[in-house]
């Protein structure tokens, strides 16, 4: 079975790469999307719609356009991978997992266990709970009939 699934949330680790790799290894039909992880280019995403003299609103401007990448990547996917870092809130993550659930989007969250209850919530919804990418590889192995 193709899948196309999104990768969201944390982009200072290589998770990202981890499940890529683990599933082309395993012949997985799988076609993988993500927002932007460059921070320059993503917070210059809207730059080309005239310059603001105030931050938040060039900040909002970009957001805008990035979202509207992010909400066409997360409606056409059979599912998402929500990854949330110890390190930094990734509260565009926890945005991205809000909208899966409206949608009724499956999706599995990856995190460590030292962020289970910040993120009680947001398990609640997903259809797993993940703690390292090998667990998402398998789910996906799984859910692909592999």
């Given at each position: 079975?193709?899948?196309?699934v999104?990768?969201?949330?944390?982009i200072?680790?290589?998770?990202?790469?981890?499940?890529?790799?683990?599933?082309?290894?395993?012949?997985?039909?799988?076609?993988?999307t993500s927002?932007?992880?460059?921070?320059?280019?993503?917070?210059?995403?809207?730059?080309?719609?005239?310059?603001?003299?105030?931050?938040?609103?060039?900040?909002?401007?970009s957001?805008?356009?990035?979202a509207?990448?992010?909400?066409?990547?997360?409606e056409?996917?059979?599912?998402?991978?929500?990854?949330?870092?110890?390190?930094y809130?990734q509260?565009?993550?926890a945005?991205?997992?809000?909208?899966?659930?409206?949608?009724?989007?499956?999706?599995?969250?990856l995190?460590s266990?030292?962020?289970?209850h910040?993120?009680?919530?947001?398990?609640?919804s997903?259809?797993?709970?993940?703690?390292?990418?090998?667990q998402?590889i398998?789910?996906?192995?799984y859910?692909?009939?592999?």
């Open positions: 079975m193709k899948l196309e999104y990768l969201s949330g944390e200072h680790t290589d998770w990202r790469e981890k499940i890529i790799q683990g599933c082309q290894d395993n012949d997985l039909d799988i076609v993988f927002a932007n992880t460059d921070h320059e280019s993503s917070d210059s995403a809207g730059d080309h719609l005239g310059a603001q003299d105030q931050q938040f609103v060039r900040d909002n401007q957001a805008k356009v990035n509207i990448k992010i909400k066409t990547l997360i056409r996917c059979d599912i998402a991978i929500i990854r949330f870092g110890d390190k809130k509260w565009n993550a945005f991205d997992a809000g909208y899966c659930a409206a949608l009724s989007k499956p999706y599995i969250t995190h266990e030292d962020i289970v910040p993120l009680k919530e947001v398990d609640a997903a259809q797993a709970w993940a703690t390292s990418v090998e998402v398998t789910t996906l192995k859910i692909s009939d592999k």
